[in-house]
């Protein structure tokens, strides 16, 4: 059953009621759950947030571990009581995932991240909701959203992009706006300093796009829709052998 973003859902109390529910879980949503169905389920309202909480919450978990160097460090997932601060309520349990783990390749680290909510799901969340174990507070953290570091354009060094790119390039989420796309251009790692800046406009070809920086004129690779397809095989083949353990 398929449901309309929360906040918009007038009659979300009445269809959990004919459900007779006592139990809502998220996971790795994008969705904020209003305060008046939190209240219906208080403790039973459970959410599953990749990354090591207190540490970056929010919606840039991963990219922004990623970014920031911290993608062993603080990277795994939390299954957390819903409370109204977004991804702040009492840790029920967690799993570490550090990125070198997945021997750095995105779509099996994604792969594992579904592997530990189910881990978790099948045997911390339930000890918690039949009260074998409590859930303890969060201590500090912070909130990491991702916006304009994931684009590349002209305010942009070199070395800035090929720091950005050696960090996240295979999640395809950093990209070149362009005025004339909605979307920007997924790149993943620089193919040749052409020179200085020439003030050209971008130029954007099959499996490049060549812009200039700060301080260079540069040629980006394109991630494509055959990568694309090979990552998403990478990743069906990484649940697989998962689900085997």
């Given at each position: 059953m398929s449901v309309p973003r929360l906040r918009d859902w007038s009659?979300?109390?009445?269809?959990?009621?004919?459900?007779?529910?006592d139990t809502l879980i998220t996971?790795?949503?994008?969705?904020?759950?209003?305060?008046?169905?939190l209240e219906l389920f208080g403790r039973r309202a459970v959410n599953f947030h990749p990354s090591l909480l207190p540490a970056y919450r929010g919606p840039s978990p991963l990219l922004g571990a990623l970014l920031d160097g911290q993608e062993n460090a603080a990277s795994?997932?939390?299954?957390?009581?819903?409370?109204?601060?977004?991804?702040?309520?009492?840790i029920i349990a967690q799993?570490?995932?550090?990125?070198?783990?997945?021997?750095?390749c995105y779509a099996v680290w994604i792969a594992q991240h579904a592997a530990a909510c189910r881990r978790l799901a099948a045997a911390a969340l339930p000890a918690f909701l039949e009260g074998a174990t409590e859930a303890s507070p969060q201590l500090g953290g912070f909130y990491r959203r991702v916006t304009e570091e994931a684009e590349i354009g002209e305010r942009c060094s070199l070395a800035e992009v090929e720091r950005t790119l050696a960090a996240a390039g295979t999640t395809y989420y950093i990209g070149v706006p362009l005025p004339w796309r909605t979307r920007p251009v997924s790149v993943q790692r620089v193919r040749r300093v052409i020179g200085p800046r020439t003030g050209e406009p971008p130029r954007l070809?099959?499996?490049?796009?060549?812009?200039d920086l700060a301080d260079a004129r540069v040629v980006l690779v394109r991630n494509t829709a055959l990568?694309?397809?090979?990552?998403?095989?990478?990743?069906?083949?990484?649940?697989r052998r998962l689900d085997q353990e």
């Amino acid at each position: 059953m398929s449901v309309p973003r929360l906040r918009d859902w007038s009659g979300a109390k009445a269809a959990i009621a004919a459900l007779g529910v006592d139990t809502l879980i998220t996971c790795m949503t994008m969705m904020i759950v209003p305060p008046g169905l939190l209240e219906l389920f208080g403790r039973r309202a459970v959410n599953f947030h990749p990354s090591l909480l207190p540490a970056y919450r929010g919606p840039s978990p991963l990219l922004g571990a990623l970014l920031d160097g911290q993608e062993n460090a603080a990277s795994g997932v939390t299954a957390h009581v819903l409370s109204s601060g977004i991804d702040e309520g009492p840790i029920i349990a967690q799993q570490p995932l550090p990125f070198d783990a997945a021997q750095r390749c995105y779509a099996v680290w994604i792969a594992q991240h579904a592997a530990a909510c189910r881990r978790l799901a099948a045997a911390a969340l339930p000890a918690f909701l039949e009260g074998a174990t409590e859930a303890s507070p969060q201590l500090g953290g912070f909130y990491r959203r991702v916006t304009e570091e994931a684009e590349i354009g002209e305010r942009c060094s070199l070395a800035e992009v090929e720091r950005t790119l050696a960090a996240a390039g295979t999640t395809y989420y950093i990209g070149v706006p362009l005025p004339w796309r909605t979307r920007p251009v997924s790149v993943q790692r620089v193919r040749r300093v052409i020179g200085p800046r020439t003030g050209e406009p971008p130029r954007l070809g099959t499996f490049s796009v060549t812009l200039d920086l700060a301080d260079a004129r540069v040629v980006l690779v394109r991630n494509t829709a055959l990568q694309r397809a090979r990552g998403r095989l990478q990743l069906v083949r990484a649940l697989r052998r998962l689900d085997q353990e």
